[in-house]
Each structure stands twice: as structure tokens, then as C-alpha cells.
């Protein structure tokens, strides 16, 4: 630009006085002040500067061959050398160099505010889980008995109690096999009482042959006693020998008539025991029979189906003249709605902290009433396929505003270890080397820190290890946080949170 300036001035000059004239009218305190231009103007024209101030001295191009005036030309030679030494000497004044031209760039503010927080310690925590509605009994009803629905009482919603009647079913085939048993029955009881009888009239036969069997024992003791009486009469030569012979014979027969006299109460003993055993043997047939008769009766006490307990009806299939299966489809289902149970899978994390007792929270999305219980069982028991415990809260349910089924988040409050500590979720930086916070040290700059998270509390989160509890953590750290950093905390909110810039 310099240069375009100068060749311009000088072209076209004539005479001596014609180029003082233009050398001194040149702009010579504009190229002086340049310093105060802009940097990336000088930058631009700085390579101009360099070449006005490092070329050789110009030669003038005069338009005629004859000029006069020489001691003009050599001191417009000499000006143009002292000018482009000052030029040159001006060049470090000028122009920055790179490096103070980026400090000048990185020292522009950048403000940017962030919120810090402060770990707690780990006392006690509420975790929210996800809970069901369950009711306090419940029993689907199906059909006991066989047969075709005759009545249904009671439909979807009623409220019913214990022993209503809900469904009539009729069962002819039933009612057959509860006849032929009663009949079976009462042939077993005949066949008892005629057992019973000739058990009788054998104890009466048992009764005659001991009778008889007396008397022929009496017959013999007299038959002995003539024998020895004989037996004197034959060594006094009173009787003939003979004669005592016969009665001796005589004596013998009634020794054999005792004996088959005693064999004949034997067996007559022996008989009356076979009578009771038989007598035993019909009893437990006819008792068996009774027994089958009572079971056939007590499945036709199931063709009226009833309310078990006092409940609500909450599903009906029954239809008339449907034909029934004994113990296949439920023709309707009955919850006791008195009572909730809330049950709630808690995860293994806390299944240590979880016992009867703890405070629990209960709450419906659908409604802002939140209702207060404490866990009242546990399983004791973490199922290996979800790695969760079962454990129920029980509540009142008199109104019956808390229904079985339903979708419900519980709040637990449970103990935990106190040489942990608490920070909330949002301070915590997620990258592939792992989890990380952003601490601002007490030189107010940025320290990326890595930890080691435990339990996930909901809003909070524990830290196993990586803080000491004193750290002041940046609330949504972006990925443009960097160590070094530099923070300036400076005011505070209406909540007593620090808030920095950077």
C-alpha cells in the first residue's frame, strides 16, 4: 500500500521542484500512526511494511532525459534512505508477535455459571421402588361336581358374604351314584344285623354242648365210682366177673363220650369267634359304604356354589345351561378387598436394610394422597433369577379406594452405612474410563476426579470411595470440563448453593 503510494507520487514527476513537492506531501505521519490499527490489519499489511522498509532506494523514473537540479535528486535519495531506516526501525512496535497475540485472544472473558454441591453423609436414605396391589384373599371358584349350570345369582362387582349363594348346578349322574351307594349301603347293614344273628345263635349252641358236656362228665365220675365198688364185689366173690367186665366197657364208653363232648365245645368256640370276626368284616363293609354315600352327598352339597369368605365379585364365566367340568374353568373369582397387601420386590442392594418394621411410603400415580405404613413380612430369601426379595406391607382398605392390581411406588426408608457418602446424581460425570465428578479445589479450579458409586438412592447416589466428604462438586459437568480449569465462585444462591463461573 505504502509502496502503490509512493510509485504513484513519483510518477510522472518532471521537474526537481515538482518532486520535493510530492516527497513532502506524502503521507508519511499516516504510515507512522499505524500502530494503533487493528491486529488483524496489521497483520495484512505488515509483509507491505517489511518490503517498503528492506528495499533498495528507488530509482526515478524521469519522463525526460534532461533534468536539471541535481543536487535535488540526491537529497531526495538520501530522504528515501533515512525514511526506510526509520520504517524499519518502527517494524518491532508495529507488529506483535504470534504468541501475545493469542494470550491477547485466550484473556478474552467467557462466563459461564454453574451450581455446586456438597456431599452428605450416608445416615439414611429413601429409595423409591416399584410395588402391586395385592388383595387380602382371593379365590377363584370352579365347579367341584360335573353337570349343567341350572342358576347364577350373583354378576361382576357384587358384594356378596360368606356362604351367598352364587351358582346352581344340576348333576344327574351324580344323583345315580348317590342312590346305588345308599343302596349298597343298607345291604351292607342287613348283612350285619344277619351276622350279629348267627353269631348269636352259635353262642347258644356254644351254650348246649358245655351243658352236655357237664353232664356227661357227671355220667362218668358216677360210671367210676360203681366201677370201684364193683371192683370189691368182684374180689368178694359177690359178683361174676363178667358182670364187672361189662361195667368196666361201660365206664370206658363214657370217658369217650365226654372227650367228643369237650371236642363239640371246641368247635363251637372256635365258630362263635368266626361269627364276630364275620360280624367285624360286614361292619367296616357297611361303614365303607356310609363313608361312600356321605362323600356322594357332600359332592352334591358342591351343585351350590357360595362365597367362601366376604369379598367382591371380580370375574363371573358362569352362563346358564353351560355344561360344567369338575376342577376345570373358575366360574367366578371373589377377592376380600377388607385388606391390601403391598408387595414389593426389593433388590439385593437392600434386602439387608429391608426388614419388618422399616417406614414405608405408599403412593398411587393416580392420586396425590400418599399413605404411611411400615414393611410388615419379609421372604428372607433373594430369587436367584431377579436378584430381588419379596416383602409386603399390609394396609386398611375398609373404603376400598386402594385397589388389587394396581401400579404403586413405595418409599423406603432405610439405614445405611455411615462411612459412606451421599452426592446427587446430577454431579456425576459418565465417561468411558468410568464414573467421575468434577471438584473445584481450593484454588478454584477444575480437578476431574474418578469414583466408585454404590447404592442408587433415587435423586442421590452413595460414593464408596474417591471423596473425603469435603469436595465441592459441579452440578451437570459437561465434557468440556477440563483439569486446571480455573472456577471463580462468585455468589451464592437463595438456597445456600454456591454458584461459579468460568
Do not use: C
Amino acid at each position: 500500500m505504502a509502496d502503490t503510494t509512493l510509485n504513484r507520487s513519483l510518477n510522472g514527476v518532471g521537474t526537481s521542484e515538482d518532486l520535493n513537492a510530492r516527497v513532502l506531501a506524502f503521507p508519511w505521519t499516516a504510515m507512522l500512526a499505524r500502530p494503533n490499527l487493528e491486529t488483524d490489519r496489521l497483520n495484512r499489511t505488515s509483509s507491505e511494511v517489511v518490503r517498503l522498509s528492506t528495499s533498495p532506494p528507488l530509482a526515478v523514473k524521469r519522463p525526460t532525459p534532461a533534468v536539471s537540479g541535481g543536487s535535488t535528486t540526491k537529497w531526495l535519495a538520501g530522504f528515501l534512505m533515512v525514511g526506510g531506516a526509520a520504517t524499519a526501525a518502527l517494524q518491532p512496535w508495529k507488529l506483535p508477535s504470534a504468541e501475545s497475540h493469542s494470550a491477547t485472544i485466550s484473556t478474552k472473558p467467557f462466563v459461564k455459571s454453574v451450581e455446586i454441591q456438597r456431599p452428605s453423609p450416608a445416615t439414611t436414605a429413601n429409595v423409591v421402588l416399584p410395588a402391586t396391589f395385592r388383595p387380602w384373599q382371593t379365590a377363584p371358584l370352579s365347579a367341584r361336581v360335573s353337570g349343567y349350570l341350572t342358576h347364577w345369582h350373583r354378576d361382576l362387582g357384587d358384594h356378596v358374604l360368606a356362604g351367598d349363594l352364587l351358582a346352581e348346578i344340576e348333576t344327574p349322574e351324580l344323583d345315580q351314584e348317590v342312590a346305588s351307594a345308599e343302596s349298597l349301603a343298607r345291604e351292607a347293614d342287613a348283612a350285619v344285623v344277619q351276622a350279629k344273628a348267627e353269631r348269636i345263635e352259635a353262642l347258644a349252641d356254644l351254650k348246649a354242648a358245655e351243658a352236655q358236656l357237664n353232664r356227661v362228665r357227671a355220667e362218668l365220675e358216677l360210671s367210676r365210682s360203681q366201677l370201684a365198688r364193683r371192683e370189691k364185689l368182684v374180689a368178694g366173690r359177690v359178683i361174676t366177673q363178667e358182670e364187672f367186665d361189662s361195667f368196666l366197657r361201660e365206664v370206658e364208653a363214657r370217658t369217650a363220650i365226654v372227650a367228643a363232648a369237650e371236642s363239640d365245645v371246641t368247635r363251637r368256640n372256635a365258630n362263635l369267634e368266626t361269627r364276630g370276626a364275620i360280624i367285624d368284616a360286614r361292619v367296616a363293609t357297611a361303614k365303607s359304604r356310609q363313608s361312600n354315600v356321605e362323600r356322594l352327598q357332600q359332592l352334591q352339597a358342591f351343585k351350590r356354589i357360595v362365597a367362601p369368605f366376604d369379598g367382591v365379585v371380580i370375574n363371573r364365566t358362569a352362563e346358564v345351561g353351560m355344561l360344567v367340568t369338575a376342577g376345570r374353568e373358575a366360574l367366578f373369582v371373589v377377592e376380600d378387598m377388607s385388606k391390601v397387601r403391598v408387595q414389593i420386590n426389593v433388590p439385593q442392594s437392600y434386602s439387608m436394610q429391608t426388614v419388618p418394621g422399616v417406614v414405608a411410603t405408599v403412593s398411587v400415580p393416580e392420586s396425590s394422597v400418599a399413605v404411611s405404613g411400615t414393611i410388615t413380612r419379609v421372604s428372607s430369601s433373594v430369587d436367584s433369577a431377579s436378584r430381588t426379595m419379596l416383602a409386603e406391607i399390609e394396609l386398611e382398605n375398609s373404603s376400598l379406594h386402594l385397589q388389587p392390581g394396581s401400579y404403586a411406588q413405595v418409599s423406603l426408608k432405610t439405614e445405611q452405612d455411615h462411612s459412606n457418602w451421599t452426592i446427587p446424581t446430577n454431579t456425576v460425570l459418565m465417561r468411558v474410563e468410568g464414573p467421575h465428578v468434577a471438584v473445584v479445589d481450593p484454588e478454584n479450579q477444575i480437578e476431574l476426579r474418578r469414583v466408585t458409586l454404590g447404592r442408587d438412592l433415587g435423586s442421590r447416589v452413595v460414593v464408596v470411595a474417591g471423596i473425603t466428604g469435603n469436595e465441592r462438586l459441579v452440578v451437570n459437568p459437561g465434557n468440556d470440563l477440563t483439569n486446571g480449569l480455573l472456577i471463580q465462585v462468585h455468589q451464592k444462591d437463595g438456597n445456600g448453593q454456591e454458584v461459579a463461573q468460568r
